[in-house]
Each structure stands twice: as C-alpha cells, then as structure tokens.
C-alpha cells in the first residue's frame, strides 16, 4: 500500500500534468483585441454599451509576452496604445522589465504604444525594438517616432524577412512577410521557437489566399498558430464595405482549415477580435461553432509553454 505522501505527490502529478522536463520558455497572452480595444471608442451599440457599464469585461489590443525563464530574458510582442497595463502585467510576472519589443507592423494597435518609452513618460535607454526594414526606416525617419530613436530611448533592430534571429539561448524568432495594408510599413507575421515547440503569430493579414505561402502547412508545422480572427462574419459592419478591410473571417478559415487532421486544428487560436465580433463578447453559439470545428479562442492571461 502507497505511503499517504506518496498518493499524494502522484495526485498533483496526474492534476497538473507537470514533467520534469518542463520548458523554461513561457508565453502569455496580454491582449486579445483588435488595435482600439474592447469596448471600441465611440461605439454605444449593444456590442460595447454592457462593457462600459462593466469594466472588469474590457479587452486590450493584441500582444504576447515571451519569458525564457532560464536566462532571465523577456520580450513583449507589439507596443499598444495600453502598454501601460500589458507592461505592469508582464513586470509582475517576470519581476522585470521587458528586454525588448517585436512589432509586426505600422498599424495603430501594434506600435503607437512606443510612444511611451519617450522622454514625457518613461524615458527608457535604448530599448530594443525589432522590426523589418521598412518599418525601421519609418520609425527612423518620421516623427514623432524619430525622436525616440534620436533620444536613444529605442535602439531600432532590423530583422532580415525569413531569417532565423536568436533572442535568447532558449529563444529563436523568425519574422515572415505576410500581406496586408501596408501603407507605412510592411507587415511580419513571427514564429517563437523555444526548446521543445513553436508558436506562430500572426494576428492582421489580408486574406489567406493572397499570401504566396501556404497557411495550412504551416500551422502543421509549429504547435500553436495564433492567427486572425478580427472579423466573425461579412456583413459584420455596418455602412461599410468590408472588402476594403480584408482580413479573414474566421468563418472562412474554420472552413479553409477543418480539413486539416484534428490535431493541427487543436492548434489554432483565433485572436485580434473587433468590437463587432461575437467571439470577443464571449457569445456562446460563435464559440460552440469554433469548437465544433476542433479549434480555438485566444484568452487574455492564457499561458503557453515553449
């Protein structure tokens, strides 16, 4: 008969699924809205009004922490207008401050919160700032991003398109092209590899089908694709054209990937949620409907392990 510390100790091995060999890299979900938010400014429809009248209900724009907990090395993955309080989540965490940034892209959600790193707010020292080439000649070259870097409150790092560029001794980041609106700046979607897994990220593109890679391979390639989900349905918006905002539904890629073998589906977590779309509001039917399908919604605070 087993010892009672024994019983017990083989509990909370079968409970939490802990290993030995459990990975020292973490990433944590800090935002899973699309670039204003959740509630949107200005909107008083039924989507937003609940979520004004309870705060604790209210989303940030998309953004990822990484943590190689081995090194004591940190990164946040975009800079948004709510840096303030996706940054004092990840120093909670890590009980330090981030070692650098990776933006995707020019967009309002994904960069404008570097404007706090600036000598009004925080006035850092030449945080890290990785990033492809054009975004880095925007943000070297406009203000009133230039300052930053004429401060030196940001060191502007390019990273070179389908490149495999080493974080940490536990952390690698590849940086692809990915198509989008790209009025200021290009647009990366990244894949983190850690000791043991992937996570693909790519929370804005334009539709799947004019991307000159196939998105099916890979999500069969890496174990977690965070992927966009900003839209639920055409027709979501009303007064206006959705075709000029052409992100995919994430009813056309629950259909473009439900042939995938249930395994790759499980991976995938839809993310950068607008207002409009019912996933963000937690709306029953619209998640049954992707968990039917094998797949998944994003959760701000969620932790994965690389």
Not at 168 to 180: E, F, I, K, R
Not at 233 to 239: D, M, S, T, V
Request: proline share 6%.
């Amino acid at each position: 008969m087993w010892h009672p510390l024994l019983m017990s100790f083989f509990v909370f091995i079968v409970q939490t699924g802990y290993t030995w060999s459990q990975s020292q890299v973490e990433v944590q979900i800090l935002g899973i809205a699309q670039d204003a938010g959740y509630p949107q400014i200005g909107c008083e429809d039924s989507c937003c009004l609940h979520v004004w009248m309870n705060p604790q209900l209210r989303k940030s724009p998309v953004c990822m922490g990484i943590y190689d907990l081995e090194s004591q090395k940190s990164w946040m993955v975009e800079a948004t207008p709510d840096l303030k309080t996706q940054w004092q989540t990840h120093v909670d965490r890590t009980g330090k401050i981030p070692d650098g940034f990776l933006i995707t892209h020019a967009h309002t959600g994904h960069y404008t919160g570097l404007m706090q790193l600036g000598r009004e707010m925080m006035n850092s020292h030449q945080m890290p700032v990785y990033v492809l080439p054009r975004l880095a000649g925007f943000l070297k070259k406009n203000g009133p991003w230039d300052q930053l870097t004429t401060l030196e409150n940001i060191n502007v790092l390019e990273l070179i398109p389908d490149s495999i560029f080493r974080l940490s001794d536990n952390v690698t980041c590849l940086a692809m092209q990915v198509p989008h609106r790209d009025e200021y700046s290009e647009t990366a979607g990244f894949i983190f590899t850690g000791p043991s897994k992937k996570v693909l990220f790519i929370p804005d593109i334009d539709k799947w089908a004019k991307w000159e890679r196939n998105i099916r391979s890979i999500v069969q390639e890496v174990d977690y694709a965070f992927l966009d989900g900003t839209f639920f349905r055409n027709g979501e918006l009303r007064n206006r054209d959705m075709s000029q905002i052409p992100h995919p539904f994430v009813s056309e890629s629950v259909e473009l990937f439900s042939s995938l073998p249930v395994a790759d589906r499980q991976k995938i977590y839809f993310i950068h949620f607008n207002h409009t779309n019912p996933l963000i509001r937690g709306d029953r039917e619209a998640i049954e409907f992707v968990k039917a399908h094998q797949m998944n919604v994003a959760e701000e605070g969620m932790v994965i392990r690389l």
